[in-house]
């Protein structure tokens, strides 16, 4: 019988965070969930979803792949003339969201999205495999394209011309350099933990948020 959404609901179970015992810095305290993430075999526990905003005032979310945290944010890879890419040029503040169900934890982020240099972008391009480099030169990525268009058999000739593939200009990374994150854990009967950490001065402030 077709459950009614209102019936789906689940007690969190799975423990707690406390302001007093979490590090003074959010970007450790994510790097410790990440790698906690991946420990319990959580299914991509590298996607986030990654909101940026139109010119127009429209936000718009969509999956990404985190691909290193350094001391400064998170960094992910992207082409630069997508709708993300192109909202990002006018508009560089954006919001992320880590959502680990296996472990009752969400992460939240706001931060503010900078270009790598173009040599960082090509030591993580040339670092793929050959097929994921021609993928996304092929692709103009968030164009709307002819159906009968053959990405599958444009990789292909790719593939087997001589010459290396080369890093196209529109395709590289960003860091996403944090100014406020939130780290939530469910917790049983709604009292859900939430610590908030915003970025003031260059100095990061601590504190309790109610469920
Ligand atoms: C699990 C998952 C991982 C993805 N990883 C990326 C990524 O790292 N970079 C990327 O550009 N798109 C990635 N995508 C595709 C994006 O969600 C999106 O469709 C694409 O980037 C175009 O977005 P835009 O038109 O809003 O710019 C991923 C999608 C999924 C579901």
Redesign the pocket.
């Known amino acids: 019988m077709k459950k009614s959404l209102k019936e789906i609901r689940k007690e969190y179970i799975k423990g707690s965070i406390s302001i007093s015992t979490t590090p003074a810095n959010p970007i450790e305290l994510l790097e410790i969930w990440l790698q906690e993430a991946i420990e319990a075999q959580v299914e991509?526990p590298t996607?986030m979803t990654l909101s940026?905003v139109s010119i127009d005032n429209f936000p718009?979310s969509?999956?990404?792949?985190l691909?290193e945290i350094t001391k400064e944010g998170l960094v992910?890879?992207?082409?630069y003339h997508?709708?993300?890419?192109?909202?990002i040029a006018v508009n560089p503040n954006v919001s992320i969201n880590f959502f680990w169900p296996e472990l009752e934890r969400q992460v939240r982020v706001q931060a503010m999205a900078e270009k790598l240099l173009s040599e960082e972008s090509d030591e993580y391009f040339y670092s793929r495999p050959l097929a994921s480099q021609a993928g996304a030169i092929v692709s103009n990525?968030?164009r709307v394209i002819e159906e009968s268009l053959n990405l599958e058999a444009q990789v292909e000739a790719l593939l087997k011309q001589e010459s290396p593939l080369v890093r196209p200009e529109n395709w590289g990374g960003y860091l996403l350099v944090p100014k406020y994150c939130e780290f939530w854990h469910g917790k049983p009967s709604r009292v859900h933990d939430r610590v908030a950490f915003n970025k003031s001065n260059y100095e990061w402030q601590k504190s309790r948020l109610s469920p």
């Open positions: 991509e996607a940026t718009s969509r999956v990404v792949l691909k992910f890879f992207t082409n997508s709708q993300k890419g192109r909202e990525q968030s």
